[in-house]
């Protein structure tokens, strides 16, 4: 089995629902559910990989502070090989809060903090390059270690043989090609969304969006649709992969990472790619019927069984 280091954003999430609406001029909006929770799409992936028996470390930065002293002891809960955290004095650990609807959707209140901060002098590239796989997640929130830094670490671990892949989060700027395109042709596998394919692209058919990336470099085009599955594009042929269904959808906030980590789970284990697209569907179907990113996700053996057992299971 393949290890894997994950490096990007880890944040403390205040998951707060359901909420139908909010209005300022009303003091006090009573809610059913409050949960604080380990967040930032690298950390979350890094605690499912763990939760699913992989092997993983998490490169990032925390502040000195409550939040991080609570996440650094919720990692070490799960295996995850903490020694390459960064930790400063010089700001606060990232902060999302997340409000969540009847139908599980939801927004965020996001302050970067130390994900902000978060440069290629705090990772450890030794170590990182002791793993076989390597996987970033948040691209686009991760200001300055996109400036400089993770384009050549991605190349240097293409180069030297491992196994590269990366999940991207919404740019605000609105640079996306320009932004990303340096990483591509250093990408083995790349996880975007639909509608980040199409802002990336400038294309609007998934299959489109897919042999645009190809043809920058990448090696393997993986779209997430959503409830629809999964776009999976090798270079060779593409193929939609469908999605499960799941009846009782109570919050969609970790159901990306949810994906990633079934799937990297299953590339670890030396799966081919239409397998570990299915794996992912797994994952994602069963984080979203519960609340927060992480949690739902036991062991790898929950996720692999075949789809009617698997259904049971959830």
């Known amino acids: 089995m393949k290890s894997i280091a994950c490096i990007g954003m880890a944040v403390a999430d205040l998951i707060v629902g359901p909420v139908e609406g909010f209005n300022f001029t009303t003091d006090v909006t009573l809610v059913d559910n409050v949960n604080i929770k380990a967040g930032g799409d690298a950390a979350n992936v890094a605690l499912n990989l763990a939760a699913l028996e992989t092997p993983v470390s998490l490169h990032t930065k925390l502040g000195k502070d409550l939040f991080g002293q609570w996440l ?84 240097i671990a293409y180069e030297q043989g491992l196994v590269t892949s990366l999940d991207v989060g919404w740019d605000s700027t609105g640079q996306w090609l320009k932004t990303i395109r340096p990483i591509l042709p250093y990408l083995t596998y790349f996880l975007p969304t639909l509608n980040e394919a199409r802002e990336i692209t400038g294309k609007d058919r998934i299959e489109d969006c897919a042999n645009f990336l190809l043809s920058q470099g990448v090696n393997n085009v993986v779209i997430k649709a959503g409830a629809e599955g999964a776009y999976v594009h090798d270079g060779k042929r593409g193929f939609m992969v469908p999605g499960n269904k799941v009846s009782n959808v109570v919050d969609t906030t970790g159901a ?59």
Do not use: W
């Not at 997340?98 to 290629?120: C, H, K, P, Q």
């Not at 990306?256 to 239409?274: E, W, Y």
């Not at 927060?292 to 959830?314: D, H, P, V, W």
């Open 72 to 155: 650094i002891e919720h990692y070490h809960g799960y295996g995850i090989d903490t020694r390459s955290i960064h930790l400063t004095t010089e700001e606060s650990t990232g902060t999302a809060i997340a409000l969540v609807d009847n139908n599980g959707e939801r927004v965020f209140l996001y302050r970067g903090g130390t994900v902000d901060t978060l440069s290629i002098d705090d990772i450890h590239i030794d170590n990182v390059l002791a793993h076989d796989m390597l996987h970033s997640s948040g691209f686009y929130l991760l200001p300055s270690l996109e400036k400089q830094g993770l384009p050549q670490l991605f190349k």
């Open 256 to 314: 990306g990472d949810g994906f990633v980590s079934g799937f990297l789970a299953a590339i670890s284990r030396g799966l081919d790619i239409k397998t570990a697209v299915q794996t992912g569907n797994n994952a994602g179907a069963a984080v979203v019927q519960q609340y927060g990113s992480t949690g739902a996700l036991n062991n790898y053996q929950q996720i692999c069984i075949e789809e009617k057992e698997y259904e049971r299971a959830i």
